[in-house]
């Protein structure tokens, strides 16, 4: 047997007693780093367009990253929630407010990269099209669109709020707020955002604030209706009821967001809690942005919390 030697502080040892030397925590996370690498790898044999079809085909009950199959055979990885409420959840996008102070500037891409400018009512119209981008590891740090968003035939929807930069290992356990839907909603809108927006455009001038599109009532996984307030300024938590996701909300000014999540507006200034936009906000180009007046000061702020988090968005 061929015998390696190594010079070990002025002292020639073997390598099996290099490998003593090793603290046993090292040796182990080795072996389980490979043994986990290889269970990881043998997910790439799936075939199966979304989370739920995976748990059904497979088996599969833990969560992490899978492979999934669009219906023109497009493959792409994301991540599966499969023990929340039963499990088969599939990531298909987050928004993730990159720089607050910049206003529908490069990166927001769930209202206007563009700027400000009412010739472009619908910013870059991300909810309503085919556009792709991100990865699903990096979806707590940049904004992610995967294919499912509008493959996918799903009747229920998920949202997690995690903070800024958070490992995917650790998404579910740093949550903010984790809730979902039970009713069946998206089977209203052909199985996804992607067709409900199409029904319900987000763009400037679209119309009224009582033109809004659907409040669904939602299901909390973590948290509560008490605590989903307290992420918001305390004028603003007179403008919303806790308890419901609500699409397509449109405020004084006619300015459209996509997504309230975790309320139901009662009151007209939307651009304080709801998410995504059209292109133009005419009351003020500091209202334009994934995030619009999150940052507004004077009550009407979110919290720090809320401002740092990405919003996670699921289908089943």
């Given at each position: 047997?061929?015998?390696?030697?190594?010079?070990?502080?002025?002292?020639?040892?073997?390598?099996?007693?290099?490998?003593?030397?090793?603290?046993?925590s090292?040796?182990t996370?080795?072996r389980t780093n490979?043994?986990?690498?290889?269970?990881?790898?043998?997910?790439?044999?799936?075939?199966?367009?979304?989370?739920?079809?995976?748990?059904?085909?497979?088996?599969?009950?833990?969560?992490?990253?899978y492979?999934?199959t669009?219906?023109?055979?497009?493959?792409?990885?994301?991540?599966?929630d499969m023990?929340?409420?039963?499990?088969?959840?599939?990531l298909?996008?987050?928004?993730h407010?990159?720089?607050?102070?910049?206003?529908?500037?490069?990166?927001?891409?769930?209202s206007?990269?563009?700027?400000?400018y009412?010739?472009?009512?619908?910013?870059?119209?991300?909810?309503?099209?085919?556009n792709?981008?991100?990865?699903?590891?990096?979806?707590?740090?940049d904004?992610?669109?995967?294919?499912?968003?509008?493959?996918?035939?799903?009747?229920n929807?998920?949202?997690?709020?995690?903070?800024?930069n958070?490992?995917?290992?650790?998404w579910k356990?740093g949550?903010?707020l984790?809730?979902h839907?039970?009713?069946?909603?998206l089977?209203?809108y052909?199985?996804?955002?992607?067709?409900?927006?199409?029904?319900?455009?987000v763009?400037?001038?679209?119309?009224?604030?009582?033109?809004r599109?659907p409040?669904?009532?939602?299901?909390?996984d973590?948290?509560?209706?008490?605590?989903?307030?307290?992420?918001?300024?305390?004028?603003?938590?007179t403008?919303?009821?806790?308890g419901?996701?609500?699409?397509?909300?449109?405020?004084?000014?006619?300015?459209a967001?996509a997504?309230?999540?975790g309320?139901?507006?009662?009151g007209?200034?939307t651009?304080?809690?709801?998410?995504?936009?059209?292109?133009?906000f005419p009351?003020?180009?500091?209202?334009?942005?994934?995030?619009?007046?999150?940052?507004?000061?004077?009550?009407?702020s979110?919290?720090k919390?809320?401002?740092?988090?990405?919003?996670?968005?699921f289908y089943?």
């Amino acid at each position: 047997m061929l015998l390696h030697l190594f010079l070990f502080v002025g002292v020639l040892v073997t390598s099996e007693e290099l490998e003593s030397l090793a603290p046993a925590s090292l040796q182990t996370g080795t072996r389980t780093n490979f043994e986990n690498l290889q269970k990881l790898s043998d997910r790439s044999r799936y075939v199966a367009k979304s989370c739920k079809e995976i748990q059904n085909i497979y088996g599969e009950q833990e969560d992490g990253l899978y492979y999934l199959t669009t219906a023109n055979g497009m493959r792409y990885q994301t991540f599966c929630d499969m023990t929340t409420a039963g499990g088969g959840w599939t990531l298909v996008a987050s928004v993730h407010e990159n720089a607050i102070r910049g206003k529908c500037t490069v990166g927001d891409r769930w209202s206007s990269q563009q700027g400000n400018y009412g010739h472009f009512p619908d910013g870059d119209g991300n909810w309503s099209n085919r556009n792709t981008f991100g990865v699903a590891e990096s979806a707590t740090s940049d904004d992610f669109k995967n294919p499912g968003y509008y493959d996918i035939i799903a009747e229920n929807m998920a949202v997690w709020h995690v903070p800024n930069n958070f490992p995917l290992e650790h998404w579910k356990l740093g949550a903010i707020l984790r809730y979902h839907t039970n009713n069946g909603f998206l089977s209203l809108y052909r199985g996804n955002l992607f067709n409900l927006f199409k029904q319900f455009p987000v763009r400037y001038n679209i119309g009224s604030c009582s033109q809004r599109g659907p409040s669904v009532p939602i299901v909390y996984d973590h948290g509560n209706k008490e605590s989903t307030k307290t992420f918001y300024g305390p004028i603003i938590r007179t403008e919303f009821e806790p308890g419901f996701i609500t699409f397509r909300a449109i405020n004084n000014e006619q300015a459209a967001m996509a997504i309230c999540s975790g309320v139901k507006p009662t009151g007209c200034n939307t651009e304080h809690y709801c998410i995504g936009g059209g292109g133009f906000f005419p009351e003020s180009h500091l209202q334009c942005g994934d995030f619009p007046g999150f940052d507004w000061g004077h009550g009407a702020s979110a919290s720090k919390e809320m401002i740092e988090s990405a919003v996670l968005m699921f289908y089943r």
